[in-house]
């Protein structure tokens, strides 16, 4: 039986913590940032936590390689 391979796109946009929770950076922040307020990219700064649906379809992508 065939291993599963790591998803690389998963690997690159997410990291796992010490304690399993899974971490991101928000969307809509790498260019064309003029259109948003000060106060919309103030607060896409850093990273956050994903939620709990969308946790164990992460992890499970990363499990071989993380």
């Not at 399993?20 to 969307?27: A, E, L, P």
Request: glycine share 8%; proline share 3%; net charge positive.
């Amino acid at each position: 039986m065939p291993k599963q391979k790591t998803h690389k796109g998963i690997k690159k946009r997410f990291k796992l913590t010490a304690n399993g929770k899974v971490k991101h950076r928000h969307s809509g922040t790498s260019h064309l940032a003029f259109r948003l307020t000060k106060k919309q990219r103030r607060h896409l700064r850093g990273t956050t936590v994903a939620s709990k649906t969308e946790t164990s379809k992460i992890v499970l992508s990363l499990a071989p390689g993380e």
